[in-house]
């Protein structure tokens, strides 16, 4: 008998010990640790925040202020496309929101997690232009901070995932998607008072 047969039956022989001794799950465990985008989200406890201030902007005061935006939840799902319409429609100069920096993306998951904490996926106004991977917000504005899950954008330069969501399978954390696909959602204006 040569090496590799005996290493064959010595796998088997304790492959199928594990089986027998219901260790499997463990030797699975063991060999393929579940990696951060595996784990499933109600498992995930989002940091303690402090809910943003009221926009102080007549008429939007059940909106948020954070930073130099005014930010409402929308429980309705939506394409992206239609998600962005809506938010046109919402308040002059809306938009699906963008993040700037990481108050921001603190501010807008609090304001998610008060609302629907048990489904918290929603659109961002982020999106990818015609697979030339350049990310750009619906809003206009520069795209200058970004916090992706790990591994994320996994479709940059193809037209697969061209949409940016928030709370897929991280708190707070980002990923391309299909556009197609339907989320509540995040609108936002400038909030020049
Ligand atoms: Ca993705």
């Known amino acids: 008998m040569n090496v590799a047969s005996l ?3 010595v796998l088997l022989l304790w492959t199928n010990m594990a089986v027998r001794t219901g260790q499997s799950t463990l030797i699975s ?12 989200l109600h498992f995930q406890k989002a940091k303690p925040c402090t809910m943003p201030n009221p926009c102080n902007v007549t008429g939007y005061k059940d909106w948020y202020k954070t930073g130099s935006y005014c930010i409402k939840y929308f429980m ?10 809506q938010c046109r429609s919402a308040a002059p100069g809306g938009h699906l929101v963008s993040v ?21 996926r929603i659109w961002l106004g982020g999106f990818e ?3 030339t991977g350049k990310l750009m917000w619906t809003d206009g504005s520069p795209w200058n901070y970004e916090d992706w899950v790990p591994g994320e954008p996994s479709q940059r330069w193809t037209n697969a995932e061209d949409c940016v969501e928030m709370n897929w399978s991280q708190i707070g954390r980002w990923n391309d998607h299909s556009c197609y696909t339907q989320k509540s959602y995040v609108c936002s204006f400038k909030n020049t008072v």
């Not at 700037?100 to 918290?120: F, I």
């Open 129 to 131: 232009l015609f697979q």
């Open 76 to 85: 309705a799902h939506l394409n992206f496309t239609e998600a962005e319409m």
């Open 100 to 120: 700037h920096d990481c108050k921001a993306n603190v501010d807008l998951l609090c304001v998610v997690m008060k609302y629907n904490a048990k489904n918290p």
């Open 29 to 40: 465990f063991h060999h393929r640790p579940l990696g951060d985008a595996a784990v499933p």
């Open 7 to 9: 290493t064959v039956i």
